[in-house]
């Protein structure tokens, strides 16, 4: 079965601290990884994609890896602000006819300032 | 620049009542797919459309029926709508499979 399991499920940190999410997957077998923000009571934002051929992709503040082999991926964030506070959710892609996205259930990201 | 649009975004039902969820995207998109987010368990894939005229199940298709109305539009209907389909309802489109996917505001939705 294919599973998605984030570490840690909250997390709380002052201003200007440089973070780590983690995520792992079940089955490697996967043509992306897209990682979203959620505020609360909103929709997902994308955030990132990075593909199963890259190892990692960047966008401003945010730099995320993929060690497709071992199922995991990590979202970087660096020098958090309040206005990161979300959740972060993350989805490997199994594709197919579909766009397979299997979601975790996310990591709450409290940043205090 | 609308992205993905649904409506309603709030809708108290009673049991077995019936009710169609809209759904609109702007960027041209040839995917469309309709989501649920329950506490403790994330979004879960409920119908798709690969592209116009196309329709699949995803993962928890029970109680759910869906119209790609053209390429813009996919609605998601409840027949007889249930407690167990009290949720947060997702839409979402992508360019094609295994493309970027962006996601409406929600609809948030109790049966009672």
């Known amino acids: 079965k294919q599973e998605v399991t984030q570490i840690p499920a909250a997390l709380s940190v002052p201003e200007g601290e440089n973070l780590v999410l983690n995520c792992s997957f079940t089955?490697?077998?996967?043509?992306?990884l897209q990682w979203f923000r959620q505020d609360p009571g909103k929709g997902l934002t994308s955030l990132l994609l990075i593909q199963s051929s890259q190892r990692e992709q960047t966008s401003g503040r945010l730099n995320a890896s993929l060690d497709k082999s071992s199922g995991r991926s990590t979202l970087y964030i660096a020098a958090s602000q309040p206005g990161d506070s979300a959740t972060y959710l993350c989805a490997p892609n199994y594709g197919g006819a579909t766009n397979k996205l299997i979601f975790g259930t996310g990591t709450l990201l409290a940043v205090q300032p | 620049n609308a992205g993905v649009t649904q409506t309603p975004k709030f809708q108290v039902l009673k049991t077995g009542q019936s009710m169609t969820l809209q759904c609109a995207q702007d960027?041209?998109?040839?995917?469309m797919y309709w989501y649920r987010q329950d506490p403790g368990m994330g979004l879960r894939l409920i119908y798709y459309?690969?592209?116009?005229?196309?329709?699949d199940k995803g993962e928890v298709p029970n109680g759910y029926n869906v119209s790609r109305l053209n390429k813009r539009e996919f609605s998601l209907r409840l027949e007889s709508a249930a407690p167990s389909q009290t949720s947060v309802y997702f839409c979402?489109?992508?360019?094609?499979?295994?493309?970027?996917?962006?996601f409406g505001q929600g609809t948030r939705l109790t049966v009672v």
């Open positions: 089955d490697s077998a996967i043509y992306n």
């Open positions: 960027m041209n998109h040839n995917s």
């Open positions: 459309s690969a592209s116009e005229g196309t329709t």
């Open positions: 979402a489109s992508s360019a094609q499979e295994n493309t970027e996917a962006f």
